[in-house]
C-alpha cells in the first residue's frame, strides 16, 4: 500500500512539478564509520554519491541539475561519481510512450556531458526500465536498454580504486531482492578479495535503514544479505542506496547503511513540508552526498543539501 501511494505521489507530480528551489539550506552532518583520526590523514578516494535525478524537462530541472553538478566539481573535486539509479523521471508507468523515454534519456545524456571527463559509474532505478514496451524484443525494452544508456557494462558489476572494491548491484528484481544468479555472484565476488579489502556496495533500494520503516521500499532479503555482510565485516564497510528520496545513516555489525536523499528532492517540486524547507519530502532536503574513503578502510559519508 505504501508503494502505491508513492507511485501515484510519483505519477501526479510527472513532467510539471512546480517552483523553483531557492535560498540556502542546512549542512546535514557527516557519518564516519569506524572512526579514527582521519583529520591528520589524506583520503586516498573522493566520491560524488548522487541518485533519484528523475531528470525531466519541467520545473527547470535540466538547468538546476547541470548547476549542482557543476558545483560538486568545483567543490568537491571529486574522482569520479556513482549514480544510485532513477535517472530519468519515470519509464515505469503502463502510459509512458517510446518518444516519452527518448526525450528523457537524451536530456540525462546533455546534463551528464558536465562531468564527461569523470568516470560517472550507475545502477538501475525501478523508474528507469520501459516495461510496456510493444514487445519484449523491442530494443527498448527492459534493464538491456538502460545498461546501454547508462554506459555500464552490466546490470551488476564490481570495479576497484586505489585498493577499496566497489560493488554496484540490481535490487530490481521479485519482491525488491537479488535473484539468485547475482547473490551467487555476489557472493562469489566478496569470497575472492584479499582478506581486509574495504569494500561499497551500491543499490537503488536501501538493504537496511530508517527509512523503510517511513516509507517502505527497502530489500525484502536484507536478512539473507546481512548473515553475508557479517562473514565479509572485514571487508564490508559501507552501503549507499537512495529510492526513498530520504537521508538516513544506519549501522548495524559495523556496516552503515546510507540512503542518501535525493538529486530531485521532492521530485523537482516545491515540496510537502514547508516549514522545512523548499523542496523537501518529509525533512529530507534535495541533495547530493560526498565520501571521503581512506587506505585503512575508514569512510566519511556527508550529505549536501541544494538549492539549485
Not at 579514527?36 to 583520503?43: F, W
Request: charged share 25%.
Amino acid at each position: 500500500m505504501k508503494e502505491i501511494k508513492r507511485r501515484s505521489l510519483l505519477k501526479a507530480i510527472g513532467l510539471s512539478a512546480g517552483a523553483v528551489l531557492t535560498g540556502s539550506l542546512p549542512t546535514i552532518a557527516s557519518s564516519v564509520i569506524e572512526p579514527t583520526k582521519s583529520k591528520d590523514k589524506k583520503a586516498v578516494l573522493t566520491v560524488a554519491h548522487i541518485t533519484d535525478v528523475h531528470i525531466a524537462s519541467g520545473s527547470q530541472a535540466p538547468e538546476r541539475f547541470k548547476e549542482c553538478l557543476k558545483h560538486i566539481i568545483s567543490k568537491h573535486k571529486p574522482d569520479f561519481f556513482l549514480n544510485g539509479g532513477d535517472s530519468i523521471m519515470d519509464a515505469s508507468y503502463d502510459n509512458v510512450v517510446r518518444d516519452q523515454v527518448t526525450q528523457q534519456w537524451g536530456i540525462w545524456d546533455d546534463c551528464t556531458k558536465i562531468i564527461e571527463k569523470y568516470e560517472l559509474h550507475s545502477c538501475l532505478g525501478n523508474h528507469d526500465m520501459w516495461w510496456k514496451a510493444p514487445a519484449k524484443t523491442d530494443e527498448m525494452y527492459g534493464k538491456d536498454y538502460v545498461v546501454k544508456r547508462l554506459k555500464i557494462p552490466n546490470r551488476y558489476y564490481s570495479f576497484s580504486k586505489k585498493n577499496w572494491h566497489f560493488i554496484v548491484l540490481d535490487s530490481n528484481n521479485s519482491k525488491v531482492s537479488l535473484d539468485d544468479e547475482q547473490y551467487n555472484w555476489l557472493e562469489e565476488d566478496l569470497k575472492k578479495l584479499p582478506a581486509g579489502t574495504p569494500t561499497l556496495l551500491m543499490s537503488h533500494y536501501p538493504i537496511l535503514g530508517t527509512t523503510q520503516v517511513l516509507v517502505g521500499g527497502g530489500h525484502s532479503d536484507c536478512k539473507k544479505l546481512k548473515d553475508l555482510f557479517y562473514k565479509h565485516r572485514d571487508k564490508v564497510k559501507i552501503c549507499l542506496s537512495g529510492h526513498n528520496h530520504l537521508s538516513d545513516d544506519t549501522s548495524y555489525n559495523g556496516v552503515h547503511y546510507c540512503c542518501n536523499g535525493s538529486m530531485s528532492g521532492f521530485w523537482w517540486g516545491k515540496g510537502d513540508n514547508e516549514s522545512a524547507g523548499p523542496g523537501y519530502y518529509l525533512e529530507t532536503p534535495p541533495g547530493y552526498a560526498i565520501l571521503k574513503m581512506y587506505a585503512d578502510g575508514t569512510v566519511e559519508n556527508e550529505y549536501h543539501p541544494h538549492h539549485f
